[in-house]
């Protein structure tokens, strides 16, 4: 039998795959589509030499306000990346280097990975640490994924003092499993309030997920939260900012099972949200749930150094109703920068990192709620981060300085309820005393035109 070359789709092909999909034509596989819907055809200009197409992306490009003096966090921050970051992470051996498959081809890539852990564990005070995953939000969602199967129940209890991109994700990514989702209301002075944990925790809950710093900057010992949810034997599942734990309390030690969070601070540009780094650590006796890969240390048959995949709970390494996770990948190189970035600055300049801008922080706070009208969102300590209710609409603010060349911070009614005048506002090492004084003013300008 004559068989017809696969590029070639004549007629006759063509009439049997309809006849098959009992269709007359094309059109009728796009039946079920609205005509609204559909698109009418492709407008594709003709194409462009390199020289006008370099110009003609230029020119879309100048449409974004990048030069903006940026007071926003909510989870994404403007710290000072190092230039050796960009020039060590730009290198060919690193910069293409993908998954380390053969150990014996990749021990660089392989040892960046296995410091870059030993960093996180050490940062977030947990006994071990995985190679790193795609960004704050799906790391927190694979938190989850792996408490549930460690304590083998389906219902996790998430504060509300996490932040709400996260929990919008987790809400996408839980709605088709069996997994029942529950957010506790934060307390009246922008903390997790233990009366209603306490109230929701059962022995139905496999995890309960916080966040400290919260998403308003709020600083909270959850030990005693803590000791409550292993009471039930659940897990607790963190998130932290890796740069506030230069000085706050760190998770391992209010005794936090699961650790995860976004690593963008530690080396990464903002970039216009991504690509970003996520990052989790654990005890030693989760290991086997955990998704990913580890890599550990070892020696060879003669006894010299050498790192491998230690574990690999991936579909494409072990049977896939095995697999821990369906990732498929981590993202190397921008763990690389990460643990660049550490090594660069060292304990005591990450110290000095954290110390800036918890002083810069600090002297905007005194400033801002000096502002006639303008009071605190919530009498807690925070770390570089602060909420603070203004006398009218936070969009409009915010709106108004964009103009003037500042992004004057983050408003927390896009997210909730009933705070549309509370505005988030961050410092980092990298905010002088002359902008923060800028901001001080153009605010208060901003506010009294009400």
Do not use: W
Not at 147 to 155: E, S
Not at 189 to 215: C, I, K, M, T
Not at 248 to 257: I, K, L, R, S, Y
């Amino acid at each position: 039998m004559k068989k017809t070359p696969f590029c070639a789709t004549s007629e006759q092909d063509q009439k049997a795959m309809f006849e098959t999909l009992g269709i007359a034509d094309f059109d009728d596989l796009f039946a079920a589509i609205p005509d609204d819907l559909q698109c009418g055809g492709l407008n594709i200009p003709e194409g462009l030499s390199e020289m006008e197409m370099m110009q003609h992306i230029r020119k879309i490009a100048s449409k974004n306000t990048t030069n903006l003096v940026n007071f926003c966090g909510a989870g994404f921050y403007d710290h000072y990346i190092p230039a050796a970051v960009d020039a060590l992470s730009s290198r060919g051996e690193f910069y293409t280097a993908y998954t380390p498959y053969q150990p014996e081809a990749s021990q660089g890539t392989l040892q960046a990975a296995f410091e870059y852990q030993t960093a996180i564990c050490r940062l977030t005070d947990m006994e071990v640490a995985n190679a790193s995953l795609f960004d704050g939000g799906t790391a927190l969602i694979e938190g989850i994924m792996m408490a549930l199967r460690q304590t083998r129940r389906n219902k996790v209890l998430v504060d509300e003092g996490v932040s709400p991109i996260y929990r919008k994700m987790l809400r996408c990514y839980t709605q088709n499993l069996s997994v029942d989702y529950q957010e506790i209301p934060l307390s009246g002075d922008g903390v997790a309030d233990r009366g209603a944990h306490l109230e929701a925790l059962d022995d139905s809950v496999g995890a309960v997920v916080l966040q400290n710093p919260n998403f308003f900057g709020c600083l909270d010992n959850l030990t005693d939260l803590i000791e409550k949810i292993h009471e039930v034997k659940a897990l607790a599942i963190m998130s932290a900012y890796p740069m506030a734990l230069s000085h706050v309390e760190t998770p391992g030690a209010m005794g936090a099972d699961i650790v995860t969070g976004e690593g963008q601070s530690l080396g990464l540009p903002l970039n216009f949200g991504g690509p970003y780094l996520g990052f989790m650590a654990t005890k030693k006796e989760f290991v086997r749930k955990m998704p990913g890969r580890i890599v550990g240390e070892t020696c060879d048959a003669a006894g010299r150094r050498g790192y491998v995949l230690t574990l690999q709970a991936r579909e494409q390494h072990i049977r896939r109703e095995k697999a821990m996770s369906n990732i498929c990948s981590n993202v190397q190189l921008c763990a690389l920068r990460a643990i660049i970035y550490l090594s660069l600055v060292g304990r005591e300049g990450f110290l000095e990192v954290g110390r800036d801008c918890m002083d810069r922080a600090s002297y905007a706070y005194q400033k801002i709620i000096a502002i006639d009208g303008v009071e605190p969102a919530f009498n807690r300590r925070f770390f570089n981060e602060f909420a603070v209710r203004l006398p009218k609409n936070a969009t409009e603010v915010v709106s108004a300085l964009v103009d003037q060349g500042i992004a004057a911070g983050f408003p927390v009614g896009r997210y909730y309820e009933g705070m549309e005048n509370v505005l988030l506002l961050a410092f980092t090492e990298k905010r002088t005393k002359e902008e923060i004084d800028i901001l001080v003013a153009k605010l208060e300008s901003a506010i009294s035109h009400a």
